[in-house]
């Protein structure tokens, strides 16, 4: 069965402070890998996808990045704006009609 | 450009009540269409998906349906809501193996 982990499940960083997110996923043959960020009460909203181990992809502050057995989500001198959940999802070969496998999410809190 | 809208925004509902949300997509055509889940703890949980008009696969035994009569359209159904359905309701789409687009969502609230 596909599993997506993702940790910290929660990340409390100081303005200024970079970290890094994990997701972690077991997949029998991966088409592509997702990254979103969802504010509360909204729907996610994409930054990224990833296709193939050894993949980066960057976003103002955002970098992503892809091995065979996961990804990493950077946040390279965070803002506050930057505090949201961010959400990993993978999209494999048994997923039918290409539906995304999400993990729970890190909640990442950027404060002043 | 592509939109997607869901009403309502916002539902509460009594245990036993029916239950029917929407979900259209403008700006595309022949989309898959998807309906996810989202409770407190668990990340967003695939319901239904549906590749064409009148097709639909279900991921999780439940309650719950989903049509999709027009091409853009999908429906989400309940003849009997329980307590376990409440959540935050989230209809995508997308374009075969590309990223799926979210809509605003419907929380749901079953009391």
């Known amino acids: 069965e596909d599993q997506v982990t993702q940790s910290p499940e929660a990340l409390r960083l100081q303005e200024g402070e970079s970290s890094s997110l994990n997701c972690s996923y077991t997949?029998?043959?991966?088409?592509?890998l997702f990254w979103y960020r969802q504010d509360p009460g909204k729907g996610p909203e994409f930054l990224f996808t990833?296709?193939?181990a050894g993949e980066e992809k960057e976003k103002e502050r955002l970098k992503a990045t892809l091995t065979k057995k996961e990804s990493f989500l950077h946040i390279t001198a965070p803002k506050p704006e930057d505090s949201a959940t961010y959400l990993c999802?993978?999209?494999?070969?048994?997923?039918?009609?290409?539906?995304?496998?999400f993990g729970k999410g890190t909640s990442l809190l950027v404060t002043p | 450009s592509q939109t997607i809208h869901q009403w309502p925004a916002t539902l509460v509902q009594p245990v036993g009540s029916p239950l029917s949300l929407e979900c259209t997509v403008e700006?595309?055509?022949?989309?898959?269409l998807y309906w996810y889940r989202q409770a407190a703890g668990r990340g967003l949980q695939l319901l239904f998906y549906?590749?064409?008009?009148?097709?639909i696969s279900s991921e999780v035994p439940q309650n719950l349906s989903a049509s999709r009569p027009q091409d853009r359209q999908f429906i989400l159904s309940s003849k009997k809501l329980l307590l376990s359905d409440s959540g935050f309701y989230l209809c995508?789409?997308?374009?075969?193996?590309?990223?799926?687009?979210f809509g605003p969502g419907t929380r749901l609230t079953v009391t």
């Open positions: 995508a789409w997308s374009l075969y193996r590309d990223r799926a687009h």
């Open positions: 997949v029998s043959g991966l088409r592509g």
């Open positions: 990833l296709y193939s």
């Open positions: 999802a993978v999209q494999a070969n048994s997923n039918s009609g290409y539906a995304l496998n």
């Open positions: 700006g595309t055509s022949n989309p898959n």
């Open positions: 549906s590749v064409g008009i009148g097709q």
